[in-house]
């Protein structure tokens, strides 16, 4: 390798790193942002009665199972010197014992001693004592039916997730002190989410007293006066409801995903992984899963040791994706009537474009291949050809059809744009028109990459991906209706001969990926990772990208799995994860056997 190339390899493999580490700057700041202000016991709670306060409306998967929601809890506190029934040990021993039939009291002793009733000889003593600060609704209801005088129920929110870190990252988090989405889901729907306009309290999920608009005149102010009414946040005035976005996640997808992914990261000794399951006639987004994950009920336990675990990776990571690119190379050169499955090639093993010479990953030559072997093998020489073969401007133009230099434009907040230099720019140079050719010195999101494999399994046609597919507001439905990105990225015809030579491929060298009796479309993805300047030689992000059944597609499936140990190869490790989870969701679905079809 030359002098310049040398140089002008580091230089990219330096920016690309610097941007890395810019970004892992922002999110460490971000992070440290969150721990400012970290959640009391824990969980997401605001108190009620402030007059700009809006509740926030839930998060639903796409059979109706709540992913967040607002409940109410109440902070419990006794008034020693306003209970009558203290006076004596026993009666103070009573009173515990009745609370502790209800409420739990990790030290009831102590308890029974701060109800004593305060001594002129006892000025610090306080005047009132929280028994709990997170007690449920229905529980608070039992406190006040007991009647009994000195005890205080101060009404809140919480914001709780009932499938914890199963939904994690993609739900998002609110942070406590605000009311505020700050990721996923809770982020991006912000407005939505918090409301707009007073509605009181028609069609909130939790038994309530009758809303204060439906008292009339002199009954609203004799609902006022009474103290015990307090309790109720149903009295409280000015209050705002915010819509309830249903989305196209499925709970028992998410749950076969994540389950897969958990097994894979544990078996490869990777640090971390992710999959995402999408629809690609549609773009709806079915699976979203990261592991390790985190429980946003429990967010601040993840700091600071493992603060990373609360960012969605699917949107705010960029890597290489590797060989995973050499399916859209291929479908270009197809489209334009280059090559086809049985175009033949003599790898010799090395090949210059422009001033770098590009070799095999086994630094072997493979003689004479089909375009079928090209991808069955992973050839990076016979991919730099076809792109070649297609000349810059096709092959980039064929790359931003498909999506990549931008964003996917998914609604989930805080996506990040990968990079696609381009000619034209200060920055290109012929030898990028190789390295892109096998997914190498460009950069996207897991999201946009997936997107990007769907263009294959749709017959060629680019759709956004979205997760909320209905926004419920004031008693009002709205529906959001799949959008094409790009009408025709390929052809139709295009789209079948890739989704056939994948499938050969696939059979040919990747085992791994076979799901018995269905016919299944992918490629693997190995990419080397940037680390101190330079391209570390065995950090790897494992991937394995694929779709099926062939015949008509139902589901594409991205699995990334980051600095896997027992492989850096994604035909290896994170092929076989692709494949439970393909076999999964076949019997999810009923998807017939290709033999009976």
Request: charged share 25%.
């Amino acid at each position: 390798m030359n002098t310049e190339l040398h140089y002008r390899r580091l230089r990219r493999i330096r920016l690309l790193f610097a941007g890395l580490t810019g970004l892992a700057f922002v999110l460490v700041l971000y992070l440290m942002y969150l721990q400012v202000f970290p959640g009391e016991e824990d969980v997401t709670w605001y108190p009620i009665g402030e007059t700009d306060f809006r509740t926030r409306g839930s998060i639903l998967d796409n059979e109706g199972h709540y992913l967040a929601s607002d409940t109410v809890v109440y902070k419990l506190i006794a008034v020693p010197s306003q209970i009558t029934a203290t006076k004596t040990i026993t009666d103070r021993l009573a009173l515990v014992q009745d609370l502790a039939a209800i409420v739990e009291i990790p030290a009831p002793e102590k308890l029974v001693e701060q109800l004593k009733p305060n001594e002129p000889d006892e000025p610090d003593k306080p005047e009132r004592i929280v028994i709990d600060t997170l007690m449920p609704y229905e529980i608070g209801c039992q406190v006040k039916e007991m009647g009994r005088d000195g005890l205080e129920l101060e009404p809140s929110f919480i914001r709780y997730y009932p499938e914890g870190e199963l939904f994690g990252p993609v739900v998002g988090l609110t942070l406590w002190y605000s009311v505020t989405g700050v990721s996923g889901i809770e982020g991006y729907y912000k407005p939505e989410l918090t409301g707009r306009d007073p509605k009181g309290w028609e069609g909130f999920s939790l038994p309530l007293e009758q809303p204060l608009e439906a008292l009339e005149g002199s009954e609203v102010e004799a609902a006022e006066e009474e103290p015990e009414r307090v309790l109720f946040i149903s009295d409280l005035p000015q209050v705002r409801e915010g819509a309830d976005l249903h989305t196209t996640l499925d709970r028992n997808v998410q749950r076969i995903a994540y389950d897969a992914l958990r097994d894979g990261v544990i078996q490869s000794g990777a640090t971390r992984g992710q999959i995402i399951v999408m629809e690609p006639s549609t773009g709806k987004v079915r699976a979203v899963v990261n592991y390790p994950s985190f429980d946003p009920n429990r967010y601040s336990e993840y700091w600071p040791e493992r603060g990373s675990y609360l960012v969605d990776y699917s949107v705010t990571w960029i890597y290489e994706p590797g060989s995973v690119i050499k399916m859209m190379t291929v479908a270009a050169a197809i489209n334009e009537g280059l090559i086809n499955a049985s175009t033949t090639f003599n790898d010799t093993g090395e090949i210059t474009v422009g001033t770098e010479t590009i070799y095999n990953w086994d630094k072997g030559s493979w003689g004479l291949v089909n375009t079928v072997e090209v991808l069955a093998y992973s050839l990076n020489v016979e991919a730099a050809a076809i792109a070649q073969m297609l000349q810059p401007a096709a092959f980039y133009e064929y790359m931003r059809r498909f999506g990549f230099g931008e964003s996917s434009r998914i609604d989930l907040a805080g996506e990040l744009q990968g990079e696609l230099r381009v000619p034209g720019k200060s920055d290109w140079n012929m030898s990028d028109l190789g390295t892109n050719s096998y997914g190498q010195g460009l950069s996207a999101t897991p999201m946009l990459v997936l997107t990007a494999v769907s263009v294959i399994a749709n017959d060629g046609k680019r759709m956004r991906p979205y997760v909320v597919e209905r926004i419920v507001q004031d008693g009002e439905e709205r529906m959001i209706e799949p959008q094409v990105a790009c009408e025709e990225v390929i052809s139709p015809q295009t789209a079948r001969e890739v989704s056939r030579i994948l499938a050969e491929s696939i059979k040919i060298n990747i085992p791994k990926a076979i799901v018995p009796g269905y016919t299944i479309a992918g490629k693997s993805g190995t990419s080397e990772k940037p680390i101190g300047g330079r391209y570390h030689p065995t950090r790897t992000i494992a991937s394995f990208a694929g779709f099926g059944p062939v015949e008509d597609p139902q589901f594409s499936i991205l699995v990334t799995l980051d600095e896997p140990k027992t492989s850096s190869y994604g035909s290896v490790v994170a092929a076989p994860v692709f494949s439970r989870v393909a076999r999964a969701l076949f019997a999810y679905y009923g998807i017939p056997p290709t033999s009976r079809r």
